[in-house]
């Protein structure tokens, strides 16, 4: 699954500040999805797309926005940096296609709050 | 709501001996039900799927799955594990409607000892 490229790979910031991270899709899928993933926890949803301009929250929003202006990106801003967000970060789109109905995943954000 | 249990937060096995781990889910409308698989530092792997018909399901890496409806059960199966099955192990359901969100379990950590 090639579909998914996630920006940056890596990421440090100060407490405070403002971080966007991008998921870029090549499959022309109408769903997007954000999750934090966290031990003990799984993914939990953040946010999600399901169409242009059309988004809304997932279970773990708060601090949180998302935007999506073309098909193929969906951007995840934290709007304040906070510790309790240092987490991976992954993008998901989904395929509805009968013969491969499923999910296609990014390889991840790590981001470090300090 | 929709949801996915997975009771074992680790289940240590020695190499070659079988292993079982357990996913539960409830929901009141079908679902669509999904093994991931996660190598350390690494994304996620879809091991197999639900979507219908046979609920015996076979995947990569000679994994299997047995959807069982009545006990709202999708347990995860090796007849033989390899060193190389260590990894975390993530059960999702989609419940379809209008959002395919993607709900997960919190993890099953499969560690095999020589």
């Known amino acids: 699954d090639a579909g998914i490229t996630q920006s940056p790979r890596h990421k440090v910031t100060e407490t405070g500040t403002p971080v966007t991270l991008r998921c870029h899709q090549t499959?022309?899928?109408?769903?997007m999805y954000w999750y934090r993933q966290d031990p003990g926890h799984g993914l939990r949803l953040i946010h999600y797309?399901?169409?242009?301009?059309?988004?809304d929250k997932g279970e773990v929003s708060d601090g949180y926005s998302v935007s999506r202006s073309k098909t193929e990106d969906f951007l995840l801003t934290l709007e304040s940096a906070t510790s309790s967000q240092t987490s991976v970060y992954f993008c998901?789109?989904?395929?509805?296609?009968?013969?491969?109905?499923?999910?296609?995943f990014g390889s991840g954000t790590r981001l470090t709050v300090v | 709501a929709q949801s996915v249990t997975q009771l074992d937060s680790q289940v240590p096995v020695f190499e070659e001996a079988p292993v079982e781990l357990r996913c539960n889910y409830s929901?009141?409308?079908?679902?669509?039900l999904f093994w991931y698989v996660q190598y350390p530092n690494q994304g996620l792997q879809l091991l197999l799927k639900?979507?219908?018909?046979?609920?015996l399901v076979k995947g990569i890496n000679g994994f299997e799955a047995e959807f069982n409806k009545s006990q709202t059960s999708f347990h995860l199966r090796k007849p033989s594990v390899h060193i190389s099955d260590t990894a975390e192990y993530f059960c999702?359901?989609?419940?379809?409607?209008?959002?395919?969100?993607?709900?997960f379990g919190t993890g099953t950590l499969l560690a095999v000892q020589p």
């Open positions: 929901s009141s409308v079908s679902v669509y």
């Open positions: 999702a359901l989609n419940y379809g409607g209008a959002t395919n969100k993607l709900i």
């Open positions: 998901a789109s989904h395929r509805t296609t009968d013969s491969n109905y499923g999910y296609t």
């Open positions: 797309s399901y169409g242009v301009k059309d988004t």
């Open positions: 639900y979507l219908s018909g046979s609920t």
């Open positions: 499959e022309n899928h109408r769903y």
